[in-house]
């Protein structure tokens, strides 16, 4: 009994053996299908991605968006070298301030390192001296001619220009320089005579009619001085003779 059940067991599983065989058969699928899917398998290596240049780590090779700016601009900063050491000096103010460094040490006469003091002669005739003394420390250059103001004048008297030296002025500590003014013509050929009771004195720079720093006011005699139009000034003068004689 159990024997039969054991046969027809057997033969009914082999039954359903062969129509699963046959059924793969007809659908073109089994073994050979089989084989594809492992040849597919091993031909697909997968492959890492390459990053894109902007999504590399450090962003040295990329095309990324970021700037520069540790390069710098190419322009010169260098401050153009100064030339005061080699020029005579010139300008403004006054006998103040150093001169270390190996710069020149002489500045220009004028009111702030400089008495000035002026006396009317009776020779030559209608004649006048300015005296200009150095009361600073350092030697001074006394530049062209005086500029002279009397009172409210609206003109500047003319330098007379055979007195023109053969060099500048100069004035160690303690010298005096000299200028001649002509006043008023000896035989009355001058026009616009009046009396000035304030005089100043203008200092000229390295250059002719620049400023030269500070000016003086000498005083004058209580009586005033008289002048015209013919009123003249001489240049600057190391000698004292040179500034009359003329």
Not at 82 to 87: L, Q, V
Request: charged letters at 15%.
């Amino acid at each position: 009994m159990r024997t039969a059940r054991r046969v027809r067991l057997l033969a009914a599983t082999g039954a359903a053996v062969t129509a699963l065989a046959l059924t793969a058969c007809e659908n073109g699928t089994g073994a050979r299908d089989e084989g594809a899917s492992r040849s597919t398998t091993t031909a697909s290596t997968p492959t890492a991605a390459t990053p894109k240049p902007s999504e590399t780590a450090d962003g040295g090779t990329g095309t990324g968006t970021g700037t520069t700016t540790g390069a710098g601009t190419g322009k010169s900063t260098s401050a153009p070298v100064s030339d005061t050491a080699t020029k005579t000096p010139s300008g403004g103010g006054g006998g103040g301030g150093g001169g270390g460094g190996g710069k020149s040490t002489t500045v220009l006469c004028n009111g702030s390192n400089s008495t000035v003091t002026v006396q009317p002669l009776s020779r030559p005739l209608n004649h006048m001296l300015i005296t200009v003394k150095n009361t600073g420390s350092r030697t001074c250059y006394l530049t062209y001619y005086p500029v002279l103001r009397f009172d409210e004048m609206q003109w500047v008297p003319q330098p007379a220009e055979e007195t023109h030296p053969q060099a500048v002025t100069t004035l160690a500590p303690g010298e005096s320089g000299y200028a001649g003014v002509l006043l008023s013509a000896a035989d009355g050929s001058g026009d616009g005579g009046t009396t000035g009771r304030k005089l100043v004195v203008a200092f000229q720079g390295m250059s002719p009619n620049s400023n030269g720093g500070a000016s003086a006011t000498p005083s004058l005699p209580a009586k005033g001085v008289y002048y015209d139009s013919s009123l003249r000034v001489t240049y600057w003068q190391q000698d004292r003779d040179d500034a009359l004689n003329w």
